[in-house]
């Protein structure tokens, strides 16, 4: 059964500092996904991680993944308020359209 | 404009009914899932459906039924066997024979038991 491990679990910031939050899987998973939430909203697509060292940026946010580790990780670049939010990570297993497992997210709050 | 509707928003539901929560794709994704959200967790998969006619069950089915009849159309039904349905319901939908095969989600239904 795949486990996955968020944290922190929350995380209060400055703007202007950088933060990373962790995402540690329990089996092999051949990609992770990084979501966005704002409160009382759906999710949003950030990321697909699919290879062992593969890393993507967008704006302030940078994904990566360490496969070997089964260690996904989310760099926060200077923050600014917008980027308040909840984080989920998911890494997949089994086939290939099944169902995601979520950690339980990072919650995000970024203060002026 | 493609995407991923659910109705209604808002349920409220007395203890002992069934109630059918919609998720509709105009995406032509074939595979569907359901999640559930309950406050400060992440989401937990209660079915999942990779083409008509056919699903499967998540982590969490228990209390929960479905259907796919068609590509678009992917209802829920909670039932009354399900012990503590207040929670955030929400519906995906993604392609299957892609290398993302990214998940994309509705706007989400909120139930209430009262």
């Known amino acids: 059964e795949l486990k996955v491990e968020q944290n922190p679990l929350f995380l209060s910031m400055q703007e202007g500092k950088n933060y990373t939050i962790y995402c540690n899987y329990s089996t092999t998973s051949d990609r992770l996904y990084w979501y966005r939430q704002d409160p009382g909203k759906s999710l949003e697509s950030l990321f697909v991680?699919?290879?062992?060292?593969a890393v993507k940026q967008e704006g302030r946010l940078m994904a990566s993944l360490d496969t070997k580790a089964r260690l996904s990780t989310l760099h926060i670049t200077a923050a600014v308020h917008d980027l308040s939010a909840t984080y989920f990570c998911?890494?997949?297993?089994?086939?290939?359209?099944?169902?995601?497992?979520f950690g339980k997210g990072t919650h995000l709050i970024i203060q002026p | 404009d493609g995407g991923i509707t659910q109705s209604p928003k808002y349920l409220f539901r007395k203890e002992g009914q069934n109630v059918t929560l919609s998720c509709e794709q105009n995406?032509?994704?074939?595979?569907m899932y359901w999640y559930r959200q309950d406050p400060g967790q992440g989401l937990r998969l209660i079915y999942y459906?990779?083409?008509?006619?056919?699903?499967q069950k998540g982590d969490i089915a228990e209390g929960y039924s479905v259907s796919r009849e068609k590509k678009e159309s992917f209802p829920l039904t909670v039932t009354s066997a399900q012990k503590n349905p207040t929670a955030f319901y929400l519906c995906?939908?993604?392609?299957?024979?892609?290398?993302?095969?990214?998940?994309?989600f509705g706007p989400g239904t909120r139930l209430t038991v009262l």
């Open positions: 995906a939908s993604s392609i299957t024979s892609g290398v993302y095969n990214e998940q994309f």
């Open positions: 995406l032509n994704h074939d595979a």
């Open positions: 459906s990779q083409i008509v006619n056919d699903f």
């Open positions: 998911a890494p997949h297993s089994g086939g290939g359209a099944d169902g995601l497992t």
């Open positions: 991680l699919l290879s062992n060292g």
